[in-house]
C-alpha cells in the first residue's frame, strides 16, 4: 500500500501527495519535468526503502502502489520496471500481482495508467482540459466538482461502478484498465484491458488440483515479514484462509466485529450477525489465533461513515458495511498490523450470494452478459461458451472490485496494506476455467445460491464443522435496517450532500 499522484498543475503536486500521507506514512518523495510533477507516499511493506517515483536505465518513470507476488526481489518496483520495459503489456498477463502502476515515457509522450486484474488497488485520472491530474485517493484532487449527471447512477446503485466517478471530468482506471495517453496530443487516450486476450473456459474439476491451487495462492500473498491482521467473519472464505495459515510463519492475528444489540432493526434478525461473531471467535481459538474484538453500536454508523467519507472522499452508501471495517481497520493498526487479509471476492469467485439462483437461467445469463458488452470499460471479449460463467465474471469486475476498494480505502486511513489472497491473477483465471454447473451445484439442507461447493466440499477438511455445516448465509455488515430501501435512500442523500462540501 502506498499512494501515488502526478499533475501538470506544477504548483499543487506537493500538496496533493501530502494528502495521502496516511496511505504512505514511511516517506514522500517527488518528481517533475517540463510536463509532470509526481509525488509518491511510502508504506515500507517489504523493509528496503523502496523510495519512489522510480527512474529506469531507459529514462522513464514508475510509480507503483501494491506488491509483485512472483518474485523473490527485495524491491520489487525495479522487478515490475524491468519486467514493463522488456516485456510490456503481456508482462502483466502473466504475473500475479495487486496494484496500480503510472508508466510515463517522456521520450514517446506518453503516460500509461494501468490497475490489476480486479482493481484490488485504486487509480483515477482527472482532465478537465486546463489540466491532467491522477492519483490513487480522490482525495488528492484539489479543485473537484461533484457531476449532478452521476448522483442519479449513484443514487440507483449506492456505489459507481467501472470507470465512473461522481466528480465532473474525473473517472476511475477500471479492474484491469490499461488507458495510454499521449502528452502531446491533448492527452489523447487509447484504451486497452488485461483481460481483453484472456477466454473463459468450462473445464472439468480436478479436486485435487483445486485444493493445491487454494492454498498456493493463499500463501503467496499472505507472505511477509509484518505484523498482520485477519479480518474474520464466521463464513466459509475466511475461514479458509484462517486454516491454511495456521501453521505459517507469517504473524498473524485475528480481528473480528460484534454489535451491541440494544434497538431492533427492521430486516434481518440480530441472532444471526451475533451467531457471525461468535462463529468468527470460536474459529480463531480453535485454529490456535490470538483474538481482537471490536463492537459497533446502532447509533455510530452514520458517525462513521461520515468519517470514512472525509478520509476517503469515495462515496460507497452503505454505513452497515462501511462502520465495521472502519473499527476493524482502526483496532488492527492500534495493535500493529501493516498488512491485512481477508476473504474478499469468494463469493464472486465460488457462487455464494442468495441472488446468484437466476443464473440457472440462460436467457438470464444472456441479458446480463449483454448488458455488460454496453459498458465501454468491460472487457467482453473474455467471454467464452459457459454463460454461467460469464455471468460470475461480470460480478468478479464490479461488485467483488467495489467491495475490494472499499477495503484497501479503509485499510490505507490507517496506513496498512489490504491483500485479497483468494484473488490472485492465476488462481482466478483457473477458477473461471472450472464449469459454472459445476460451481452452483446446490444441495437442499444449505439456502439456495449459497452452498458454495468448491469452498463447503472440496475445501471442506480446511474447515472447522461449526463453519462448513453452517446453513444460513448473513454477510458480514452491521444488524439494523440491513437493505432497509427508505434509510439506504437517506444514507445516499447525506452522502452526496457531505461530498459536496468536502468538494468546496
Known sequence: MCGFTGTTNHPLARLMIKKQEHRGPDALDFWSDETFSFGHALLDISQERQ????????????????????????????????????????????????????????????????????????????????????????????HKEVDSNMIQSYNRNGQLFGDESIYKHTHKVEAGGWLEFKTDENFKMRRKNLWKWYDIGSEKLDTAEFRHKVKESVKKVAKNKNKTGLFLSGGLDSSCVASILKDSEVDIEVFTCGYNMKDKGHHWQHEGFNYEHAMAIKTAKELGYKVHTTFLDRDDRFNYGKMWLADTHYPWADHNRQAPRY??????????????????????????????????????????????????????????????????????????????????????????????????????????????????????????????????????????????????????????????????????????????????
Request: net charge positive.
Open 51 to 142: 523510495l519512489q517515483p522510480y527512474k529506469t536505465e531507459r529514462g522513464n518513470i514508475i510509480l507503483f502502489n501494491g506488491e509483485m507476488y512472483d518474485t523473490n526481489n527485495p524491491n520489487d518496483t525495479v522487478w515490475l520496471a524491468k519486467g514493463l520495459e522488456i516485456y510490456g503489456f503481456k508482462f502483466l498477463e502473466n504475473t500475479d500481482w495487486h496494484g496500480s502502476i503510472a508508466w510515463y515515457k517522456p521520450k514517446e509522450h506518453k503516460l500509461v495508467l494501468i490497475r490489476d486484474h480486479f482493481g484490488a488497488k485504486p487509480l483515477w485520472w482527472r482532465n478537465d482540459g486546463e489540466h491532467f491530474e491522477f492519483a490513487t485517493s480522490l482525495k488528492s484532487f484539489i
Open 327 to 504: 473499527l476493524l481497520a482502526k483496532l488492527a493498526a492500534d495493535s500493529g498490523c501493516k498488512v491485512i487479509l481477508t476473504g474478499d471476492s469468494g463469493d464472486e469467485l465460488f457462487t455464494g450470494y442468495l441472488h446468484h439462483k437466476p443464473r440457472l437461467d440462460e436467457g438470464y445469463c444472456r441479458k446480463m452478459m449483454k448488458q455488460y458488452e454496453s459498458f465501454r470499460w468491460f472487457p467482453y471479449q473474455a467471454f467464452g461458451g459457459d454463460y454461467m460463467n460469464n455471468t460470475f465474471f461480470c460480478d468478479l469486475l464490479s461488485t467483488s472490485e467495489q467491495n475490494i476498494l472499499a477495503t484497501d480505502q479503509t485499510c490505507g486511513m490507517f496506513g496498512m496494506e489490504s491483500r485479497i489472497p483468494l484473488l490472485t491473477q492465476s488462481f482466478a483465471k483457473y477458477v473461471l476455467s472450472i464449469m459454472g454447473k459445476v460451481k452452483f451445484r446446490q444441495q437442499e439442507k444449505y439456502e439456495f445460491g449459497t452452498n458454495k461447493f468448491l469452498m463447503r466440499e472440496v475445501m471442506g477438511e480446511y474447515l472447522p464443522e461449526h463453519v462448513r455445516l453452517r446453513n444460513k448465509k448473513v454477510g458480514w455488515s452491521s444488524p439494523w435496517d440491513n437493505n432497509h430501501p427508505q434509510l439506504s435512500a437517506k444514507w445516499k442523500m447525506y452522502d452526496v450532500h457531505f461530498i459536496k462540501q468536502l468538494s468546496r
